[in-house]
């Protein structure tokens, strides 16, 4: 009965070190390649809004006259980059009110999480959520006809890619097999340990 307790213990201690390295590893990730792939990801999405700020601007320039809703060039601009982005877009009046949306449906996708202001540049307000750092929002202004329309775009990149989730199971595969062989490993050490309490057993009885 002891010699299994011993197992069990060695057991249980070599999977509590484990546990702790692979939380050890994740948190150097994070505060390392983590960090920096963030502040390369935010300043790339913020370039990226900058140009499509221009080409935006320049579309409601053509088409000064016309209605948002009746400028076809800016529709169709609109509709391009929501779909080859995989983008929710939509603009709003001074008053709130919606006059576009690229896509279907309210938007309450919004609410779904804390998001804080990140960039501010070029009129852009760019922001990222807390807890989710693949989505973002982004919000700037639109001259158009002395009015004060405002252009808001909406991305959440865990849609289209898996990396981060790819990354956390790899590591519960590693845990994984790093347990199965600590079964064998344990077990080669307390077969040692047995042999031993046994030899000396046999020694206090006068066994040499």
């Not at 070599?14 to 050890?24: A, N, S």
């Not at 390369?40 to 209605?67: S, W």
């Not at 001259?143 to 405002?150: I, S, T």
Request: aromatic share 12%; with cysteine; net charge positive.
């Amino acid at each position: 009965m002891k010699i299994k307790r011993l197992y069990l213990k060695i057991l249980l201690s070599c999977l509590g070190i484990l546990f702790v390295t692979i939380l050890l590893i994740l948190g150097l990730f994070i505060l390392t390649a983590g960090q920096s792939y963030k502040s390369y990801l935010d300043k790339q999405t913020m370039a990226k809004i900058k140009t499509f700020k221009v080409m935006v601007q320049k579309e409601v320039d053509q088409h000064a006259t016309d209605l948002i809703v009746e400028n076809q060039d800016l529709i169709h601009l609109l509709n391009t980059c929501a779909t080859l982005f995989d983008l929710k877009v939509w603009i709003t009046s001074p008053a709130g009110e919606i006059v576009f949306q690229s896509f279907t449906g309210p938007i309450d996708f919004l609410s779904s999480g804390g998001h804080r202001q990140i960039h501010h540049d070029s009129g852009i307000t760019l922001y990222r959520y807390v807890l989710r750092w693949e989505k973002y929002y982004a919000v700037f202004p639109i001259k158009y006809a002395d009015k004060g329309l405002r252009l808001h775009m909406f991305v959440d990149t865990w849609a289209t890619s898996r990396h981060e989730g790819l990354f956390f199971a790899g590591l519960l595969v590693i845990a994984s097999m790093a347990t199965i062989l600590l079964i064998p490993t344990a077990s080669l050490i307390t077969r040692r340990v047995n042999r031993l309490n046994k030899t000396a057993l046999e020694f206090a009885h006068g066994n040499l």
